[in-house]
């Protein structure tokens, strides 16, 4: 069973804003995701991180940004929120086991941007 | 270009009976494969994997099923239950440049399971 918690759970706010999306994880896994997901969609990943300092863009262009300072916390902060920004956010983490690293997920923020 | 597909966007079966899910890739070098079930309003949860250098890996009532050849694998779950009832995805595990693996992900199929 993993343990990686997100915040908010939902997220409903106005054009322009500045949000942060948390994701924590308690397990000490080095790997951490950031997946976008449209309703009736696959996932797509945003960003990634190999450890504390290591940020990466992912497949999917995205307007947000992430960092890593510590190794339990990777959060997701967009500058201004725009209504093309409404999906849900999905936060996902792995031990380092080459390619068979599994991922585990958190619950996800919906977010929605009026 | 979706490299892991799943065709089947929904599948109605009944209590009791086989469910089985499809997935197909295109890409040869996935070499590890997962399976996710998902909730409306929650994160994906992992059920089983399979290595490529296999062809079938069971866990209690889910089995998965790869066929490299014909890059297609496969969940059975047996005997189906009301509480299966959710979106299931196929992933695809490939390595990331300085380690760790990116998932490519099927866009699911909703199982419905039916008293």
């Known amino acids: 069973e993993a343990d990686i918690y997100q915040t908010p759970r939902y997220l409903v706010i106005g054009t322009g804003k500045k949000i942060t999306l948390e994701c924590s994880q308690t397990?000490?896994?080095?790997?951490m995701y950031w997946y976008q997901q449209d309703p009736g969609m696959e996932l797509h990943l945003i960003h990634y991180?190999?450890?504390?300092?290591?940020?990466e863009k992912g497949d999917l262009s995205s307007e947000s940004t992430v960092s890593r300072i510590r190794t339990e916390h990777f959060p997701l902060t967009l500058e201004s929120a725009r209504p093309s920004h409404t999906s849900q956010y999905l936060c996902?983490?792995?031990?380092?086991?080459?390619?068979?690293?599994?991922?585990?997920f958190g619950p996800g923020t919906r977010l929605t941007v009026l | 270009d979706q490299q892991v597909k799943q065709n089947s966007p929904s599948l109605s079966v009944q209590e009791g009976r086989i469910s089985i899910l499809n997935c197909d890739y295109t890409n040869s070098m996935f070499d590890y494969f997962l399976w996710y079930k998902k909730y409306p309003a929650e994160g994906p949860t992992f059920l089983i994997s399979?290595?490529?250098?296999?062809d079938k890996n069971e866990d209690g009532r889910f089995t998965v099923f790869l066929n490299k050849s014909a890059k297609h694998l496969s969940l059975h779950i047996v005997p189906s239950q009301p509480g299966d009832s959710a979106v299931y995805f196929c992933a695809a595990s490939a390595f990331l440049t300085g380690g760790g693996n990116k998932l490519t992900f099927g866009t699911g199929t909703q199982l419905k399971v039916e008293l």
């Open positions: 397990m000490g896994h080095d790997k």
């Open positions: 996902a983490s792995s031990l380092p086991s080459g390619s068979t690293d599994t991922q585990y």
């Open positions: 991180s190999y450890g504390v300092n290591s940020t």
């Open positions: 399979i290595s490529s250098i296999k």
